[in-house]
């Protein structure tokens, strides 16, 4: 950085977001109490704008306004700015998108909203253009000065309104019980918003939401429903050879900015490819489709190259940018691709569609696959193996040529909800695949999450940087940890890793209880308190942590024998039976809690030494509603307690706590989980 530019507050911070405004002329400050305090002496609004490292609108209004003088002389004169990155801090994210959305109807990133000195909110909105931005801050520092009772009015309205939306979502009374034909109508709703001829939802960005394709996957499996498990295994399809998948190095971008899941987003997220690995490695045990296989494998190999360090973590993400250019790392010119690659260059432009359908923009093209592998065959006479060296030899090609470009710039934060995301994925993955690695990496990352991320008290942190951990963990911090910690304890037969996973629910359901709903809070107890503590109900990119917790409770609670917690769960998912109903899309996380509850679910135990063996090879066959409990010994879990049975190793399976006879035979065992006892 330039010696004439000074640096403002945030070049204490360790988030790559702040950092990156670190050397703005806006004197920007973090989101601390001090701040506000500031604001109260000074009397003056309160600009609180929120982003994140890899978000690329958030980079251009910096450089529009942010790098401005002229724009930061009336922030810095007029205003307390406050900068956040919103993955590190959610609860401010979640609170002022809400205020944004009161106000203006939709939300996105950046997102800047104004407060008075107390934090209320009284005006905000996305992206501004300079000009635009200049005209708002003069026309609140009016208001402000000639017209103070008018904002007091309006953000005491406002604040109200967020407060009755919290009151609405919590306070939900009702008689409703869950049941198959609320199932039946969330899908029959959802149907119609289906794009069945480039898979996704009917309409552009299309967004991966993979927890949408795990319930639509397991639904369809459970009715049988033929067209939905087509319309599911169109979507993965798609997806996994289009654009937004990267073809040369694995791992998918956030989300397609058209219907063809062509021309993606570029930016690429932990917590998207973590989910995607989950889903596609299910996908694969009930299709045993080789695609789904691959892309798990590619997309793993690309975490653990770029995101993973040994010590046991994950970082979060890639911008999209790179060299002041959206997707420029990705794409590619023909006339470099045919230097590059010489006589097997028509074969590859087939091949990823450097054509017509791949082009992007700037004689760029977008590499992505169709279905034309037996074309290929024919018009090269090759067979599959000849084919897939040959494609192979080019992408090797391809990759060392990338590593010659510029790389996106890394957002090397650890957080910990999106860290146990990646730790179940890897944990599931190597349940199927068999890769000793990848077990190996999940226990670490487990290890990892359970000490440097864990507080004295047992509470989790946030996040995690240059070996310091800090703020304290919210609600999907510690719904994620528990379905992390009990994936290991599948991997491993370790039940302390699951006695683990109850002691942290037990914590999770004192620290985030709210005494007047059956859902939790999204910040703990001893957080520090915003104008309004927000609950967190309906799924997103990321399922809802309400959610989570839910199923977690009904897992837990059947590991345990503990039925207040399998009530709570359920008495949780009757909460959102109406906006299962309408709106499935949003509440996919939920709907897998449903399928638990309203169809038959198995319980089963596999108990002695080969245990592990026997686990993994059941687990290939694809399991729908079951929970699963293991162990190579004698052991008290309410599942596995009088079964262990001296030189050999039973699969018990139950329902509702009536067993059939255990069998030491895998195919026995699964066709006794697909049939139903009652």
Known sequence: MPATKKPNSLIHQTSPYLLQHAYNPVNWEAFTNQAFIKAQQQNKLVLISIGYSACHWCHVMEHESFEDTEVAEIMNQHFIN????????????IL???????????????????????????????????????????????LHKNKPEKIIEYANNLTNGIHQAELITTQKKTDKKIDKTVLQNSIKNWKKRMDNTEGGPNKAPKFPLPNNYQFLLRYAILEEDTELL????????????GGIYDQLHGGFARYSTDTLWKVPHFEKMLYDNAQLVSLY???????????????VIDTLSFIEQEWYKTEGYFYSAYDADSEG?????????KLDLQDYLGNDFELFADYYNVNDLGYWEHSNYILMRSNNTAQLLTKYNLTLTLLEQKINACKLILKQQALLRAKPSLDDKTLTS??????????????????????????????FITTQLTQSNNQLFRTYKNEQSKIDGFLDDYAFTIEALINCYLITADESYLQKAFNVCELTLTQFKNPNSQFLFYTNNSSLQLIARTTETSDNVIPASNSQMALNLFYLGTYFGKNEWIQKSQLMLNLVIDDLTHYGAGYSNWGCLALHITYPFKEVAVI?????TKLQELYKHGLINTVIAISQNENNLPLLKNRCVTNKTLIYVCQNNTCKLPTELVSEAYDLIKINFV
């Open 82 to 93: 406050i900068k956040v990155d919103r993955e590190e801090r959610t609860d401010v994210d």
């Open 96 to 142: 002022y998108m809400q205020a944004v959305q009161l106000m203006a109807g939709q939300g996105g990133w950046p997102l800047n909203c104004f407060t008075l000195p107390n934090g209320k909110p009284v005006y905000g909105g996305t992206y501004f253009q300079k000009q635009q931005w200049i005209n708002i801050l003069k026309n609140l520092v009016d």
């Open 230 to 241: 087509n319309h599911v295994n169109l979507t993965l399809t798609k997806m996994a050879q």
């Open 281 to 295: 490695t299910e996908a694969f045990t009930l299709t045993k489709n080789n695609l789904y296989k691959q892309t």
């Open 325 to 333: 250019e959206e997707g420029k790392y990705y794409v590619w010119n």
């Open 418 to 447: 999106w860290n146990a995301l990646m730790c179940s994925a890897f944990a599931k993955a190597y349940l199927v695949f068999e890769n000793e690695n990848y077990k190996t990496i999940a226990l670490k990352s487990i290890n």
């Open 608 to 612: 002695g030494k080969t245990a592990n």
